[in-house]
């Protein structure tokens, strides 16, 4: 029996243990950068090294998902704007994305990406150079 509470208690602790590099991050935006890069990984880019990272855009006070190959001039280039679903208007997901850039609309359009019903109509205020800049300041 002590057996078993030792290994509950320490499954427990190892399962608080964060790296800190998504403490702050709701969940929404996690399960949408994940989504996003698996469904692009799977059946668009087909590379394993493409990644979605997560940053809150301060100035507008929005959470971005930036999508691309780990480079400094990556190519193609993909900003998403995500917000919570409140409404429930967009299940089975928890979140709505707002494609940003042009390459994100594009993407937005393809068969793969079209079940999470990305805005590619409306504009938004983000600076996607400033953004595209803080993706990938520490490739090289």
């Known amino acids: 029996m002590r057996r078993v509470i030792f290994i509950f208690a320490l499954s427990i602790f190892l399962s608080a243990c964060d790296d ?8 929404y935006v996690k399960n949408a950068a994940s989504d996003i890069e698996s469904a692009i990984i799977a059946n668009v880019i087909r590379n394993s090294d493409f990644q979605c990272g997560k940053l809150l855009d301060e100035k507008e006070n929005v959470w971005t998902i930036g999508c691309s190959l780990p480079e400094r001039n990556p190519s193609p280039f993909l900003l ?61």
Do not use: C, W
């Not at 800190?20 to 969940?27: A, F, Q, R, V």
């Open 80 to 140: 998403f704007e995500v917000r919570e679903d409140h409404e429930g208007t967009n299940p089975p997901f928890k979140y709505k994305l707002v494609a940003v850039n042009g390459k994100a609309k594009q993407y937005a359009e393809n068969n793969a990406l079209r079940m999470f019903k990305i805005d590619t109509k409306s504009s938004s205020d983000i600076n996607i150079d400033e953004m595209m800049g803080r993706y990938t300041a520490g490739f090289k």
């Open 20 to 27: 800190g590099k998504d403490s702050g991050t709701p969940s």
